[in-house]
Structure formats: C-alpha cells, structure tokens
C-alpha cells in the first residue's frame, strides 16, 4: 500500500460532509408549495480524519446522524457537499469499476447479523462470496481454504462443522462472528462497524468486543464504530465523535473526552449512561425535550433548545469547532465553562 | 422504601413453571420459580434472551399461549389468578396488573388518537363512565406525565418515541394498576429519554405506591431506579435480593459473571470486561440438576444431578446454588 504519499497515515479524512434527503411529499402538498422541496438534513457539516490502526468512534442519539456519517464515508451514499479522502485518494464522486475496486478496502457489519446473512447461503458461502467478487482468479480451493482460515480466526472451530452451517442454525453471537468474518475475508483496511454488538447479550458482548479487539491488532485495521452506547464505547474506541443532529459537537481522545466533556450535551448523554451501582444513582437533571426535527434544525446551535446554559447568542450564532484543549476541539460559545470545574 | 415491618404482599408467585409445546418437544421456559412482588417496591428482573423472564412476566397477567402448560401458583392478593374465570381475568388485566412493552408503535393503535386509547380503557371496564369524565381522567393523568394537554389529539405516528412511551404508561395506569409489568420497556429510546422515563417510574411510585415490575437485559438500569433485584438463567431464578447487597457481593456464580461482564462510562473501574465462557443452554433439552452448572466456573459434582433450592444467604437474599446449601437441604456428599 502506498503510504509515503501520507506521512501523516490519516487514512480516511472528511471535510465538510452534508448529506441532505429530499422529503417526499404528498401530491396535494406538492401541488400547493410547488417547487419548495424540503430536505431532511441529515448530515450537515461534518469533519473528521481517522488515523491508520485507530478505532475512531461516533457517538449520538438516535438521529443524529452518526449511521449517515458512516455510510458516507465508505460510499455507500453520495455526499450533497463535502469531501471524503481515504488514504490519499478523493473518493467523494468515484463511480463504477473504481468504486468496486475500493469496496474490498471498505467492509461493513451492521447490527443485526441474521439480516445480514442470506438464510440460504451456509456460512462458508457466505464467507467466500466477497472473495469470489473481489478475487475472481483465486482457484476454488485456495478460496475455500482462506473462508476456513477466517472462520478459525473469529472463534468459529472447528471451522469444518461451521462452513456448512445455516444462518438458523447457529446462535447469535455466533452468527455476527460469521458476518466479521465475511468483513475481514478481502482484507480490508477500514470496516465500518454500525452499532456492531447492540443486540446481542451482555456476556456475548464482551467476547464480541474482545474478538474486534484482537482482530484488529492482527490485521492492522482501522475501525469506524457507530454506537449509541458510550459505556460500550470506552472498551474499544481510542477517539470519539458526539454527533447532534447532523454536526460534530465534540471530538476527543476517548479518556479525555469523559473526563473532561466540554459539551454540555456530551455531558448529558454521560451522565445519562446508567451506572451499575445502585450507591452512585444519578442525581442530576436531564436536558429537556428530545432531539428535534432534522428537517427544520433549530437556528444557531441546534443543541440550544434544551441546553441548560442556552442564551440569546446560541439561537442566532452556530458555535465553531474551538480547541479548547490539546487535540479536543468542541463546538459550544461558552465550553469554558466545563473548564472551571 | 418500605421497611420490613410495613410491607404489603401484592403477589405471590409459587412454585411456577411454565413448558412450551414446541415442534421439538416441550421447552420449559419458566421452571419452579418462587418470588413475592410488595406493594410500593420496584424490582428488576433481570437475564439474558431466552432465560424467560418475559414468559414470567406476562404470566403475571395470565398471558400465555394456549399450547403453554403452567403448573404452580400465582396469588394476587391471596388469589389464585391462575384459577380465574375468562371474565374475571380481563377485568384483573389493565385494574390489578397492566403491561407496558418495549415497542410501542406496535402497541398503540395507528388510527387511534391519544385520548381515544386512554377513553376506551376507562370505558372497556368501567363501561357507564360517561366520556367527560374519562377525558377528565386522561387529562389528569397525562398533565402527570408530562405531556401537553394538546397532544391528547394527537396521532401515535405525531408522538416522539419517549412520548408514545409516556401514553403506554398512561395506559398502564388509568385503571389505578397496582403493579406495571414493564418488560423492555425503555430499551428503544435513547439514554436522556430513558433516563428521564427512569426518574418518572421512580415518581410514580413515591406518589402513587405503584408496584414496578422492570424486565430488562439492562443491568445497570437496575441498579439505577430497582430496590430489589431477580436474576434468571435458562427458565430458573438463581439469585433474588436488595440492590445495593446484590451489587455489592453477587453470590452466584451467573450473578457475578453477568455484573463483572457489563460496561460502565467511569475510567477507575477495569478496562477488560470478564468473557462468561459458552452458551446458554436449549431449553428443550436443559441441562440436570442447576441448569447453569455446564459454564459454572465453580460447579461440583452435585450441581450436574441435583437442583439446588433457592435459599437465604441474608436476609431476603436468596440464591439458588449449591455452593450455599440451605440448613434444610441435605449436604452434598
């Protein structure tokens, strides 16, 4: 791979990224407000970069935008504006052979495992399927070897008895061992993982976590992890994203970010977090209301409809992203606030 | 929370088990359960999918699939609801217990609009209420939620997903429930809203002394809001207690595995989650004697042949495990 073209080994870099939806509307409304499209405003603004071998996560509640974010990067959706870079290259409007070129560089796991898989496939098939797409010379029996390799690596031993399994026929942890595999099988630089363990069980979860964890390490991968969950978060993500409603809030060093949330929304949401000690019980109140409309966001910054430190200045000026401290940047006019202590 | 003293049993559950007929034979879901439920008390009940403490929950209202074969008792003031007539039965629903699930668009009529739903509750059992007055009621109660009068006309579709919670709680409610099942029924929402649903369930029962039956995979919701908290593994409660005691010196070995293995936001605490080994198990076939004694880290010869009886290891804190033999029971040999 080439990698002297950047030094500085950011391997994906998002400037600017918005992603509008129209919203489909009725024929009556259509016939009324003619030629005044709305757009849900889904992405709106967003920069980034994720390092090579990092695990880069974004944060937020559900419409926020983190998902869109996600799929942007790996082009899966075309952006309205902005750009997306991944190791060097302006992928933003590439098309075509080129765009599948890049598919194997870019995998993805989604949530929920038994809508990933086709239940007619056995898990080998599977497997192997991204590998005869992106690897067409490969002979059939190096092909089938490799699927065997990667069912051993995610824990799916002995990998005989797995590859002519079923989707129905295996539990659910191990059915999104199945879809790692598939990801990792082209041997891919950056997976992108969507809530990749919110639905399986506790206990499931921390094997999951563990065997992302590992994986990376082996294959040198850069993970894009979307999560709603901050408490899963700290046990793999090394920086993080808080995304509100379309923009970026706050991005920091993932230690740094909880212990020092200089959002007052990002403070919420940790606070939020239940805590698994009935001594420590949260006392402190919860912003008001629910995340807006994106497709008439709130003026100014859009978090200042529920903050508790909102004034004048917040409905009318967006807050830009400011440094506040090293390699912490937070979009809020008054963060100095969460300096004080 | 009520002291010892003052308690006033709502629910007795004796005994109960509860076996699906399945195409692969029967699946006992739910296996010689015991637990009281008190007046005024919230209490988790929590497990993994598949450990049937949703089964036990709707079993508190008699929900049950016809192919379902219950054995046991469950007492509701003393009565055996299990033993209720069809009549009897639809008016203890929705009065003495009512549910509240996990997702409720499904749960709430589409074309319905709010005070619809909450009329046509009041007027299914109580019927010679005259609409003004259940309206009156509604307003009420949902002034008491935080949700604006106006929206009483609303559409659930035009309702955010913590404010259709809210209208399910409502439901739940309007009929003066003592107990509310509810099962997941925060998990769809996001953590403020949740958090927020918390506090008002805590409300709830300071002013009302509702009893709250709160079924989650979510153990750290628990420990947040519940008073006493029931663990279930494969069918079978293994460990019942106060919160903060079952927190602080989790008995059994399924109790301590499940605590150790849930994520925190707080940076002192261990960076490594503890990795329960295998799965639970199929419940057509369970397991002998304790049904967790194949992934136990602690198990005996005795725990694969017998099961062990749930037993006081403190004051109401049961266990049920061999490492803590009742006086009672014999001793392993």
């Known amino acids: ?341 | 929370m009520n002291t010892t003293t003052q308690k006033e049993l709502l629910i007795q559950v004796r005994d109960f088990s509860l076996t699906y007929k399945t195409r692969l034979g029967p699946l006992s879901a739910v296996d010689h359960v015991s637990f009281d439920l008190y007046k005024g008390e919230i209490v988790g009940l929590v497990g993994e999918s598949g450990c049937g403490k949703s089964t036990l929950g709707k079993a508190l209202l008699r929900m049950m699939p016809p192919q379902a074969v219950a054995s046991g008792e469950i007492l509701f003031r003393g009565e055996n609801i299990l033993t209720f007539d069809e009549r009897r039965i639809r008016d203890f629903r929705g009065r003495c217990v009512s549910m509240i699930f996990q997702d409720p668009m499904t749960s709430l009529n589409p074309v319905q609009r709010v005070d619809e739903h909450l009329i046509e509750a009041i007027q299914v059992h109580e019927p010679r209420t005259p609409v003004e007055t259940a309206l009156e009621r509604a307003r009420a109660l949902i002034g008491r939620l935080g949700i604006q009068e106006r929206r009483l006309k609303d559409y659930p579709h035009q309702l955010s997903g913590g404010m259709r919670q809210r209208v399910m709680i409502a439901l739940g409610l309007v009929l003066n429930a003592d107990l509310i099942v509810a099962d997941e029924a925060t998990t769809s929402l996001d953590v403020i809203v949740e958090a927020k649903l918390l506090d008002q369930f805590r409300e709830l029962r300071d002013e009302f002394g509702i009893t709250i039956l709160l079924i989650t995979h979510n153990i750290a919701l628990v420990a947040e809001i519940a008073d006493r908290i029931a663990v279930m593994y494969a069918g079978q409660m293994v460990e019942i207690g106060p919160v903060t005691e079952v927190f602080a010196e989790p008995r059994h070995p399924y109790t301590r595995g499940l605590l150790a293995s849930v994520p925190t936001v707080s940076l002192d605490e261990r960076q490594e989650l503890f990795k329960m080994g295998g799965e639970p198990p199929n419940l057509t076939h369970p397991p002998a004697g304790c049904r967790f004694h194949p992934r136990c880290p602690q198990a005996m010869p005795i725990c694969a042949q017998r099961e062990p009886r749930l037993s006081p290891v403190a004051p109401d804190h049961l266990v049920h495990c061999w490492l803590y033999p009742s006086p009672d029971s014999e001793v392993p040999a």
């Open chain 1, 1 to 341: 791979m080439n990698t002297a073209a950047h030094p500085e080994e950011w391997l994906v870099e998002v400037e600017g990224l918005k992603k509008w939806f129209p919203v489909q509307q009725g024929l009556l409304n259509r016939l009324l407000a003619a030629g005044k499209q709305e757009y849900v405003h889904a992405v709106d603004g967003v920069s980034f970069k994720i390092r090579r071998g990092e695990v880069f996560g974004l944060a937020g509640e559900s419409g926020s935008g983190k998902s869109t974010t996600g799929r942007l990067v790996v082009r899966m959706e075309t952006p309205t504006e902005g750009t997306v870079r991944f190791a060097g290259q302006d992928i933003t409007t590439l098309q075509g052979d080129a765009l599948r070129r890049l598919r194997s560089r870019m995998q993805i796991i989604y949530q929920d495992p038994m809508a990933s898989l086709n239940p007619r496939m056995t898990l080998g098939e599977a497997i192997g399927y991204g590998l005869k797409i992106h690897a067409p010379d490969l002979p059939a029996a190096e092909r089938h070897q490799r699927v065997v390799d990667m069912l051993e690596k995610v824990g799916l031993a002995p990998a005989q008895y797995f590859y002519t399994k079923f989707p129905h026929q295996i539990s659910g942890g191990q059915r999104q061992r199945a879809v790692i595999a598939r990801a990792l099988v082209t041997n891919p630089d950056l997976i992108l993982a969507d809530e990749p363990i919110a639905m399986a069980d506790v206990s499931v979860r921390a094997l999951l976590l563990d065997l992302m964890n590992q994986l990376k390490r082996e294959f040198n991968l850069t993970y894009l992890f979307i999560t709603h969950d901050l408490a899963t978060a700290k046990y793999i993500c090394d920086r993080l994203g808080i995304m509100y409603l379309g923009k970026l809030v706050e991005v920091g060093e993932l230690r740094e970010l909880y212990a020092h949330p200089l959002h007052p929304y990002t403070q919420a949401l940790l606070a939020a977090v239940p805590v698994p000690d009935p001594r420590r019980r949260r006392k402190q109140a919860m912003p008001a209301g629910e995340i807006p409309n994106p497709i008439h966001p709130p003026s100014g910054c859009r978090f200042h409809p529920r903050c508790p430190w909102a004034t004048e200045r917040c409905a009318q000026e967006e807050p830009a992203m400011r440094e506040l401290r090293p390699g912490h940047p937070v979009a809020c006019h008054y963060a100095e606030r969460s300096l004080e202590g």
